[in-house]
């Protein structure tokens, strides 16, 4: 049997379920309990021709240009859980099984695929494009985790959002089907869930299945039904309730609230799996107003803050959140992989881990920081309210250091 994919979290909501004209995104990502997630920045950037660029298993040919990108990464890796660019392309991915299985020879990871669309793609069906095309040309495949014993391998579904529309992309293999979305809320998390609603697909995903003798061509086409393991496609999002219980009010807070919860099963901690990072947009559909990324870069959302980001030129990098850099020495870099585990915890980790026992062995305390911190960020997310209530546009100096110093802040509350 193969292992049980990861049970993480990613939801859309869209006017009029959500407030102001705005779209809002969010995911847990549930990874293994130890491993660690950094927030990353990259710049765009031209690239010369015929160069190269190293993904987390294999080179691929390089485009002329990368946009600015921000993400959320296990940091063993190249690619990214979830993330956005600077034209407000949000993109994350769930690991899927499907009734084929995933290959173990390294190829492109989801996680690349996430960061690729994102560095290509100036909107989201753009960011579509690059995906499935780069997963045609290349394939998925490779390890999931940092584990030298054992390789974990999966097929890939994203949720591709910007400011009108969104995408779920489904795959298996090179095959995919992709559904369009532009209103309501949408949840995906790690099984398939497209079904006779398909708005593009692979040109010979209907063939394929047919000579695999999973469907006859007679009855409807239906993804999930031929694509997943016998029953495991039927019950999902256990979040989406919450949010469409809010009645045309989803904003940052009402998903960042979704993202907490325990008792749903949308905020994961059990004995395999923690949800390891977090992130919720906001994408005004006015294009006139900036896009607002909230990342914890620290596990458990229920004791983290969201922190916000916004793409300005010269955006200050916040080296608290990434983590240690080993380059070519880097057990995930050298083959055989993973044969030791480097201690990858950046700084702002490493203060929620003190927090963390804090929170376990003195209630009092544990829950007086909580408070300072939860105001920390209502603080935080009433400031970025006020950004997407004005008139007047904003001025790039007031956010260039916005995600820094509230990182910082953070890190003074715990010391």
């Known amino acids: 049997?193969?292992?049980?994919?990861?049970?993480?979290?990613?939801?859309?909501?869209?006017?009029?379920?959500?407030?102001?004209?705005?779209?809002?995104?969010g995911k847990n990502s549930a990874r293994p309990r130890d491993e660690v997630q950094e927030v990353v920045y990259f710049a765009a950037a031209e690239h010369d021709p015929g160069s190269k660029v190293e993904c987390t298993y294999i080179e691929i040919e390089q485009v002329p240009r990368t946009h600015a990108v921000v993400l959320s990464r296990p940091s063993w890796l190249w690619g990214a859980e979830m993330g956005a660019n600077e034209h407000g392309v949000c993109v994350a991915n769930e690991?899927?099984?499907?009734?084929?299985?995933?290959?173990?020879?390294?190829?492109?990871?989801?996680?690349?695929?996430?960061?690729?669309?994102?560095?290509?793609?100036?909107?989201?069906?753009?960011?579509?494009?690059?995906?499935?095309?780069?997963?045609?040309?290349?394939?998925?495949?490779?390890?999931?985790?940092?584990?030298?014993?054992?390789?974990?391998?999966?097929?890939?579904?994203?949720?591709?959002?910007?400011?009108?529309?969104?995408?779920?992309?489904?795959?298996?293999?090179?095959?995919?089907?992709?559904?369009?979305?532009?209103?309501?809320?949408?949840?995906?998390?790690?099984?398939?869930?497209?079904?006779?609603?398909?708005?593009?697909?692979?040109?010979?995903?209907?063939?394929?299945?047919?000579?695999?003798?999973?469907?006859?061509?007679?009855?409807?086409?239906?993804?999930?039904?031929?694509?997943?393991?016998?029953?495991?496609?039927?019950?999902?999002?256990?979040?989406?309730?919450?949010?469409?219980?809010?009645?045309?009010?989803v904003s940052a807070q009402a998903m960042?609230?979704?993202?907490?919860?325990?008792?749903?099963?949308?905020?994961?901690?059990?004995?395999?799996?923690?949800?390891?990072?977090?992130?919720?947009?906001?994408?005004?559909?006015?294009?006139?107003?900036?896009?607002?990324?909230?990342?914890?870069?620290?596990?458990d959302p229920s004791r983290s803050i969201f922190k916000p980001f916004i793409f300005v030129d010269d955006v200050k990098l916040v080296p608290k959140v990434q983590s240690p850099s080993f380059g070519n020495d880097d057990p995930a870099k050298k083959i055989p992989r993973f044969q030791e585990k480097p201690d990858r915890r950046h700084e702002l980790y490493k203060a929620h881990e003190w927090a963390r026992s804090l929170l376990e062995n003195d209630q009092d305390k544990g829950q007086k920081l909580m408070r300072i911190m939860l105001?920390?960020?209502?603080?935080?997310?009433?400031?970025?309210?006020?950004?997407?209530?004005?008139?007047e546009i904003l001025d790039p100096a007031e956010v260039v250091d916005l995600f820094y110093d509230c990182v910082d802040t953070e890190l003074k509350f715990f010391k």
């Open 375 to 391: 105001d920390l960020e209502k603080q935080g997310l009433e400031a970025m309210e006020d950004i997407l209530s004005r008139t």
């Open 1 to 25: 049997r193969m292992a049980a994919a990861p049970p993480s979290y990613c939801f859309v909501a869209f006017p009029p379920c959500s407030k102001d004209g705005l779209v809002v995104f």
């Open 256 to 299: 960042i609230d979704v993202l907490r919860d325990k008792d749903s099963g949308v905020c994961v901690d059990s004995e395999s799996f923690l949800t390891t990072a977090s992130i919720v947009s906001v994408l005004p559909q006015d294009p006139s107003f900036p896009c607002i990324h909230y990342f914890t870069g620290t596990p």
């Open 95 to 249: 690991a899927v099984v499907t009734r084929e299985p995933a290959s173990e020879s390294e190829a492109l990871l989801g996680m690349d695929l996430v960061r690729l669309g994102l560095e290509r793609g100036a909107t989201a069906k753009e960011a579509l494009d690059v995906i499935v095309a780069l997963l045609e040309e290349h394939g998925q495949g490779g390890n999931y985790y940092e584990d030298g014993s054992s390789c974990h391998t999966f097929q890939s579904a994203f949720l591709i959002v910007d400011r009108n529309e969104a995408w779920i992309l489904e795959t298996s293999g090179k095959y995919w089907a992709a559904e369009k979305i532009t209103e309501g809320v949408k949840c995906i998390c790690n099984q398939l869930s497209l079904t006779t609603k398909i708005d593009a697909e692979h040109p010979e995903l209907r063939n394929y299945v047919k000579s695999q003798g999973w469907w006859n061509g007679d009855s409807d086409f239906n993804f999930s039904e031929v694509f997943s393991l016998a029953d495991d496609h039927l019950a999902c999002c256990s979040g989406r309730e919450s949010l469409e219980k809010q009645g045309g009010d």
